[in-house]
Every structure is written in structure tokens, then in C-alpha cells.
């Protein structure tokens, strides 16, 4: 087994740090009058790191901000493999502008959208939340616009969004999904309702802009079809059933050049089609990816063949590869501690390897993983109090991406100092036994 240094572990040189300076970090860290000598460093044991990454105690313990890698190729074969990377001390620890980094809609969010540089977002919720952020340059989140800015009794469902997503090549176009099937359509610049369709059948759970025809957009709906509209029509054009009864619920369009055509989408039965939208009759692929629901299938921003699914009750991540058989399984999994609600490739470094994911229940993190080390989260957000819902990410900036959850919190996240590495609070010796009464035991050794 490697040999690595002891500050891998997390551990501090405490040389300087007394009992009496307990009494002003309050409760968070109690300090002993002895020490463990561990080979010329002297560490203080009593930190509570579950503490320290709620938030809970009065004044959380003050110590360095680790230095979270954008790509994890940029250590060392074995300090990428766990999670290690060189805290140098002449490295300038950043302090973020923890005001205005937060911002409270005042009900739960569903979903959430950002235009095509990531300078502005839109949240919304089924419960009347549709507002627009944007980030300035203090880092900082402020309220753009509102189009329930009116409390009214005239407002209908159609002010009550359940997806929303930007249109690209209309920066003032956002569109949204309610539960009453229709497909409504917004004016930023006029900061109100423009048009709307009415064509499912039941609630519309998701759509999706073209990524290059202004025109032309899908939704998808519990009604287990998917519909192409073209707004110049003003109408839906094309209607995608395979014949089952399932509820769809994610879509995205392939962004990659010469695969504009094609379009995936995923229901309740843990199944995900590729439809050409040239050809109505029958899909262009089929595959089983989860045992129950399919939340989330994402086409990757840097490989044209790879597809990630979220399984809702699996709690799997698993990455496809289309261009071989799916019969041999997924090339990549990751098993996460509760039900996937979303999982998004980071559009950044390297894009074929590094998701986000939230859960729908159980979890209340934002976890980024690393498909090369699925065990564990490379980095994960905890300052969100219920489930987070939504994911979006800054095109300029690989450091910070923004969330929104349940708590109707709207939140810029940023990987110098608000990330926290699980490996750092996993237990490094195991022990097991063996039928036999063989009693195992695997331990990391110091470097001498």
C-alpha cells in the first residue's frame, strides 16, 4: 500500500494553537492539554468535522480552504486516484463574498435554466415561483426580474412552472412547462407572458430549446409523448410515441455537429429512446438504463456517444457509450448514498469524465464525481437545508455554478471555498473476518 504524508489525511500542524483558544471557537473544538506526537507534529484531537461542514456549531473552526482541483488530472496518478492534491502554504487561500451569494424565492424551486454564456438564470416553481437572476461582479446573485411580480386570483397554472428552459438563439425567450399541459412562452425583455400551446394531454414535465433553429423546440409530458413545435407554425408539428404508457421525464437535444436530428428521452419504465425527428414511427434506439425511473438523461458536451442516466430509485449514475452495443452495459457507474433527481456533465476541463448530481430525497448535497474514482465524490455542497432540484453552470467560469432546491433557495456555489472533499473524512483502516476466524485488517501507512 502507497505511503503518503500526513497532511493527506487532513491532519494540521498545531504547534501554535493552545487549550485556552478553545474557549473562543466555542464549542465546535475542544482541545486537550496533551498531545499525539506523530512524528515531530503535534495534533490536537476533538474536531468535529460533521460540525464543521453543517454549520452547526457557533463559530465554525477556522483552518484552511482546500484547494479543489477543476480537473482531477491535474495531480498525480495516485493523489487523483484519491482525492489528494499539494496544499502548498504560499498558495493565497480565496475568501468568497459570502452576502448576496444566497438568495431566498420564498417557495420551493422545480427546475432551473441559464442563457448560453451563464450570466443570468431563471428559477421556477409550481408553487408560482418564476424569477431571473443575475451575477454580478462582486459575486454576487440579484433578482433581474419577476413575472409573478403580481399577486393576483387571475393568475392561472400557466404561472405555475414545472420546467423552464432558455432559448439560445431568442436570449429574451424562456419557456416553461405547467401542469395543465401546456408549453408557455416568456418575454424577459418585456418582463411578461407572450404565447403559449395547449396540445398534451396531461402535465408537461420538461422541454427543450433547439441548440441551433430559434423555431423549433420539444416538451415532453406524462402523457408518454414527446411534441416538435415550430413557432412559426404555431403549433406542435411532429408527435413521438413508442406506444408505451409511461410518464417521460427528462429530453435534451444532441448538441454535436451532425447530430442536430437527434434527441433522447427517458420514463418511468427505466427506459431511454434516441429519436431522429425526421422519422415518427419507431425510435432510432432503445435501451433499458435503470430499474424504475429514468429523472435524467444528459447527451456528454465532449464526446458525441456518450448519453449519462440518473436512476430515481437505483440511486445508479450510469454512463453509455451508443456507438457499441448497450447489451454489454453502461462503461462507467457510479452508486450515490440516494435517489438521483438530476445528473449533469460538467461542461468544463475535462467533460467526458466529471458529473454533478442531486437527489430527489434523502440527500440534501450537491455531489461532483469523477467516473474514474466512482467511490466517492471528489467534491460535494451542503448549503442547501432541503432537496436541490436544479443544476446550472457558468460557461466562463469553471469555479462556481449555481443551485436551487425545495428550500426556494437560490445558491452561487464555488469550489474554493465552499466544497468539502468526503475522502478527507473517510475512514483509511478496514477489518474484516474471515469464516475461519482470519481476522483481516488494511491500513494506510505513513511516509517515513
Not at 461542514?53 to 479543489?68: L, N, W, Y
Not at 405547467?178 to 408549453?183: E, H, K, L, Q
Not at 448549503?383 to 443551485?403: G, N, P, T, Y
Not at 465552499?418 to 482470519?438: F, H, K, Q
Request: aromatic fraction near 8%; proline fraction near 5%.
Amino acid at each position: 500500500m502507497e505511503n503518503y504524508e500526513r497532511n493527506d489525511l487532513g491532519l494540521e500542524d498545531t504547534d501554535d494553537l493552545v487549550a485556552g483558544d478553545a474557549t473562543d471557537l466555542g464549542n465546535s473544538v475542544r482541545i486537550p492539554e496533551d498531545h499525539t506526537d506523530l512524528g515531530g507534529a503535534k495534533v490536537h484531537f476533538g474536531l468535529n468535522p460533521i460540525s464543521e461542514i453543517r454549520g452547526d456549531s457557533p463559530v465554525a473552526p477556522v483552518r484552511p480552504v482546500p484547494r479543489i482541483p477543476a480537473d482531477p488530472t491535474e495531480y498525480s496518478a495516485t493523489e487523483r486516484e484519491l482525492g489528494i492534491e499539494d496544499d502548498s502554504d504560499d498558495e493565497p487561500i480565496f475568501v468568497a463574498n459570502q452576502r448576496g451569494r444566497m438568495v431566498q424565492t420564498g417557495e420551493p424551486l422545480d427546475s432551473m435554466t441559464s442563457n448560453i454564456d451563464g450570466t443570468m438564470f431563471c428559477a421556477g416553481g409550481s408553487r408560482g415561483v418564476l424569477k431571473v437572476f443575475s451575477i454580478h461582479d462582486d459575486n454576487t446573485l440579484a433578482e433581474a426580474c419577476n413575472f409573478r411580480r403580481i399577486k393576483s386570483k387571475r393568475l392561472t397554472l400557466l404561472y405555475s412552472p414545472l420546467a423552464v428552459a432558455w432559448n439560445h438563439n431568442l436570449p429574451n425567450q424562456i419557456g416553461t412547462t405547467s401542469t395543465n399541459g401546456a408549453v408557455v412562452f416568456w418575454d424577459i425583455e418585456r418582463q411578461c407572458l407572450d404565447f403559449h400551446f395547449k396540445e398534451h394531454k396531461r402535465s408537461a414535465t420538461s422541454l427543450q430549446f433547439h441548440p441551433t433553429e430559434k423555431d423549433i423546440l420539444i416538451s415532453s409530458s406524462k402523457d408518454a409523448t414527446v411534441l416538435l413545435y415550430d413557432i412559426r407554425v404555431g403549433k406542435s408539428t411532429s408527435k413521438y410515441a413508442s406506444g408505451s404508457f409511461d410518464a417521460v421525464r427528462d429530453l435534451q437535444w444532441c448538441m454535436h455537429d451532425g447530430q442536430e436530428h437527434l434527441f433522447n428521452a427517458c420514463d418511468d419504465s427505466g427506459t431511454v429512446r434516441l429519436w431522429d425527428r425526421r422519422r415518427i414511427d419507431k425510435p432510432y434506439l432503445v435501451f433499458h438504463a435503470h430499474h424504475g425511473l429514468v429523472s435524467s438523461a444528459q447527451f456528454a458536451p465532449k464526446s458525441r456517444f456518450l448519453i449519462a442516466t440518473g436512476g430515481g430509485r437505483d440511486k445508479f449514475i450510469k454512463i453509455w457509450d451508443w456507438s457499441r452495443s448497450l447489451d454489454d452495459g453502461p462503461v462507467y457507474s457510479i452508486e450515490t448514498g440516494a435517489p438521483v433527481g438530476k445528473a449533469l456533465w460538467r461542461p468544463h476541463g475535462d467533460g467526458s469524465f466529471q458529473l454533478a448530481s442531486c437527489s430527489v430525497v434523502n440527500d440534501t448535497l450537491v455531489h461532483f464525481w469523477d467516473v474514474r474514482r466512482p467511490f466517492f465524490p471528489y467534491a460535494s455542497f451542503s448549503d442547501h437545508k432541503d432537496s436541490v432540484v436544479a443544476l446550472a453552470f457558468l460557461q466562463h467560469d469553471e469555479l462556481r455554478f449555481v443551485s436551487g432546491g425545495k428550500d426556494g433557495l437560490v445558491i452561487l456555489n464555488d469550489f474554493r471555498c465552499d466544497a468539502r472533499r468526503p475522502i478527507e473524512y473517510a475512514n483509511d483502516v478496514s477489518l474484516d473476518t474471515a469464516p475461519d476466524g482470519l481476522i483481516g485488517v488494511a491500513e494506510r501507512k505513513e511516509k517515513s
